[in-house]
């Protein structure tokens, strides 16, 4: 009896930590993830061979080592295991991987017991030790690593420029364009999926007091900011209105990437009339990106619905629309950037929100659960997706300028 759970539960852990680690070993996203598919190949073969032992140790005990091997395979057994549990338990959703490993973490304990009180002879018995306790500490190291330390390192993070080029009229002196350049750095050591982006410039009427204006204005200019995004300048003669939407469009392709030390450019034209009523043009970017070795994202980002359609849309966006703000929903299946994660935890998809209104625009996303769109996630809970999966979000502006050389050319 005692036999038959002790080769068991080794040639169960073997199975599964070959799967698993084959499936790391090849697809992880990083180095580390590729390390631990590695280690998880050597303690599967290390597993088999001491299953092997095992049956020379009780049976024929033809080797006169056999019996450490059996140590060495069910010590080995019982540490991974152990240590699969810890992760399963603490990021997993499934119940059937905690309960496995539970299962082949006891069974692999009963199993160095019962090698241990067969009285095994141990040649060295203080290298054997040593050995055990530095490749225990090795594989303690790594699995520190890779689910407390890589997790919660420091964050690498692009940068959106915007740069104004010189004003072009129309031939006729009626129109006037503007050249817009968005450059999109990546100076990290790792790429980025762009799940979505938007530009949006707002023109704005300033105009001038005649006099110096009181302190109390300068208090209602303040109040403003508190119930606005837009910041505008406490000014002794200038009355600054909000700004309202003169354009808005994507300026990069959502579901591409920009590899690391990377640059991505590209020129939007923003067109208006010579008789404008604005004083001033403001112009905004922004882009929603996930680290590449946080996550697989599944292509192409496919369309869903629009906030003002027929299709079932949150709540919260339905109070949006009422507010005057309109979107447009993506979504793309996101897959873990490990096998362990990948077979624990539910699916999960990522949502684009592609939002405008006549004071801006904007892009969002999230990540959930399938059916769990529509529910508002708590700070904590949106700093945790936004750590697992390196979400970053980026905005510059306002780049502004005045458009009265531009209009004085009429």
């Given at each position: 009896?005692?036999?038959?759970?002790v080769?068991?539960?080794?040639?169960?852990?073997?199975?599964?930590?070959?799967?698993?680690?084959?499936?790391?070993?090849?697809?992880?996203?990083?180095?580390?993830?590729?390390?631990?598919?590695?280690?998880?190949?050597?303690?599967?073969?290390?597993t088999?061979?001491g299953?092997?032992?095992?049956?020379?140790?009780?049976?024929?005990?033809?080797?006169?080592?056999?019996?450490?091997?059996?140590?060495?395979?069910?010590?080995?057994?019982?540490?991974?295991?152990?240590?699969?549990?810890v992760?399963?338990?603490?990021?997993?959703?499934?119940?059937?991987?905690?309960?496995?490993?539970?299962?082949?973490?006891?069974?692999?304990?009963?199993?160095?017991?019962?090698?241990?009180?067969?009285s095994?002879?141990?040649?060295?018995?203080?290298?054997?030790?040593?050995?055990?306790?530095?490749?225990?500490?090795?594989?303690?190291?790594?699995?520190?690593?890779?689910?407390?330390?890589?997790?919660?390192?420091r964050?690498?993070?692009?940068?959106?420029?915007?740069?104004?080029?010189?004003?072009?009229l129309?031939?006729?002196?009626?129109?006037?364009a503007?050249?817009?350049?968005?450059?999109?750095?990546?100076?990290g050591d790792?790429?980025?999926?762009?799940?979505?982006?938007?530009?949006?410039?707002?023109?704005?009427?300033?105009?001038?007091?005649?006099?110096?204006?009181?302190?109390?204005?300068?208090?209602?200019?303040?109040?403003?900011?508190?119930?606005?995004?837009?910041?505008?300048?406490?000014?002794?003669?200038?009355?600054?209105?909000?700004?309202?939407?003169?354009?808005?469009?994507?300026?990069?392709?959502?579901?591409?990437?920009?590899?690391?030390?990377?640059?991505?450019?590209?020129?939007?034209v923003?067109?208006?009339?010579?008789?404008?009523?604005?004083?001033?043009?403001?112009?905004?970017?922004?882009?929603?990106?996930?680290?590449?070795?946080?996550?697989?994202?599944?292509?192409?980002?496919?369309?869903?619905?629009?906030?003002?359609?027929?299709?079932?849309?949150?709540?919260?966006?339905?109070?949006?629309?009422?507010?005057?703000?309109?979107?447009?929903?993506?979504?793309?299946?996101?897959?873990?950037?490990?096998?362990?994660?990948?077979?624990?935890?539910?699916?999960?998809?990522?949502?684009?929100?592609?939002?405008?209104?006549?004071?801006?625009?904007?892009?969002?996303?999230?990540?959930?659960?399938?059916?769990?769109?529509?529910?508002?996630?708590?700070p904590e809970?949106?700093?945790?997706?936004?750590?697992?999966?390196?979400?970053?979000?980026?905005?510059?502006?306002?780049?502004?300028?005045?458009?009265?050389?531009?209009?004085?050319?009429?």
């Amino acid at each position: 009896m005692t036999l038959a759970v002790v080769v068991l539960v080794l040639f169960g852990t073997t199975l599964l930590l070959a799967q698993i680690g084959l499936e790391d070993f090849v697809h992880d996203l990083t180095f580390a993830g590729r390390l631990t598919g590695a280690a998880l190949l050597v303690v599967s073969f290390t597993t088999l061979v001491g299953a092997a032992a095992v049956l020379d140790h009780w049976i024929r005990q033809s080797f006169p080592y056999s019996g450490l091997v059996a140590l060495i395979g069910t010590f080995a057994a019982l540490l991974t295991n152990a240590m699969l549990l810890v992760q399963t338990v603490k990021d997993g959703e499934s119940t059937t991987y905690p309960v496995l490993f539970g299962v082949l973490t006891a069974g692999s304990a009963y199993a160095v017991f019962a090698v241990w009180r067969t009285s095994v002879a141990i040649p060295a018995p203080k290298r054997v030790a040593a050995a055990l306790i530095v490749s225990s500490v090795i594989a303690i190291a790594n699995f520190g690593y890779q689910n407390l330390y890589q997790p919660y390192q420091r964050q690498t993070r692009p940068l959106i420029t915007v740069a104004m080029g010189k004003p072009v009229l129309s031939k006729d002196r009626t129109a006037f364009a503007v050249p817009v350049d968005i450059t999109l750095h990546n100076h990290g050591d790792v790429g980025f999926y762009v799940l979505g982006t938007e530009f949006h410039a707002m023109g704005k009427q300033v105009p001038l007091s005649t006099k110096d204006r009181l302190r109390r204005q300068w208090r209602t200019d303040a109040e403003q900011w508190s119930k606005s995004s837009e910041v505008n300048p406490l000014s002794r003669r200038e009355i600054h209105q909000p700004g309202e939407l003169v354009e808005a469009k994507p300026w990069m392709q959502d579901g591409t990437w920009i590899e690391s030390n990377d640059t991505y450019a590209t020129r939007v034209v923003v067109q208006l009339p010579m008789d404008t009523p604005y004083d001033q043009v403001a112009f905004y970017a922004s882009a929603s990106l996930a680290r590449k070795d946080r996550l697989v994202l599944q292509p192409p980002l496919d369309f869903v619905a629009y906030s003002w359609g027929r299709e079932k849309v949150p709540g919260w966006m339905k109070q949006q629309q009422k507010n005057g703000l309109d979107s447009l929903i993506h979504r793309a299946r996101v897959h873990e950037n490990n096998a362990i994660d990948e077979r624990t935890r539910a699916p999960r998809f990522v949502t684009v929100y592609w939002t405008f209104g006549t004071h801006g625009a904007q892009v969002q996303t999230s990540i959930t659960r399938k059916g769990e769109e529509g529910r508002v996630a708590t700070p904590e809970e949106n700093r945790q997706t936004s750590s697992r999966y390196g979400l970053v979000d980026l905005v510059t502006g306002p780049v502004e300028r005045t458009l009265w050389d531009i209009k004085s050319q009429r």
